[in-house]
């Protein structure tokens, strides 16, 4: 028995569309699921989602360490940093203040930014007293929880960028404050050669 070309071509486009139909079937996308807070008779408490485990921790989420994600140590504020103090948290701490915290506070940290100069309340000079004394974990605090009429930034700024920052206002701080003979001998040399 010999097939026509006319049988050929039908076995090979029927052979094509079953294929092609069987990739249709999406039963990942269609599969039987619960729809969010959709009703349930499966579980005593008749809610398709479940509670959490006692104890669940989001990833991410664990914060053991209340130095560097709270700025406390025995519940006190830190009155150090987390992490060793280097040029390169400095130089981190600067950009991520000309960022968040100048708009306020401006580049000096003299509390007239543009914002303030836009009719918003004027915060503290970071130089007064009352700020110098203060711990350090007093401005990590701050950037977290917020204080008076600055709202907080955790949401915006991650922990180890707070303590940047606050590294920074130290040094802001020290610079306003500074000495001459607090000054190395080899930058002192290279400053007044710069001098006009």
């Known amino acids: 028995m010999m097939l026509s070309l006319g049988d050929i071509l039908r076995a ?28 349930s008779d499966f579980f005593d408490d008749g809610r398709s989602e479940r509670p959490l485990v006692e104890g669940t921790i989001a990833r991410g989420q664990l914060q053991l360490d209340d130095h560097f994600f709270r700025g406390r140590v025995n519940g006190e504020l830190a009155t150090t940093l987390p992490m060793k103090m ?18 306020c ?23 007064i007293d009352r700020l110098r004394e203060a711990p350090v974990g007093h401005f990590f605090d701050v950037m977290t929880n917020g204080y008076r009429q600055m709202p907080d930034y955790a949401a915006q700024v991650p ?7 606050a590294a920074y206002i130290r040094a802001l701080q020290f610079s306003q404050h500074a000495s001459r003979d607090e000054v190395p001998a080899a930058e002192l040399t290279r400053l007044e050669g710069a001098a006009p």
């Open 12 to 39: 090979a486009l029927t052979v094509m569309a079953i294929m092609a139909l069987s990739g249709c079937v999406q039963k990942m996308a269609d599969q039987p699921r619960y729809e969010p807070l959709e009703a």
């Open 86 to 103: 280097s040029l390169e948290l400095l130089q981190r701490g600067q950009q991520r203040f000309n960022i968040f915290c100048a708009p």
């Open 105 to 127: 506070h401006d580049r000096a940290g003299t509390g007239s930014g543009m914002i303030v100069r836009r009719g918003y309340a004027k915060p503290p000079h970071f130089a």
């Open 159 to 165: 922990p180890a960028d707070r303590w940047a920052i």
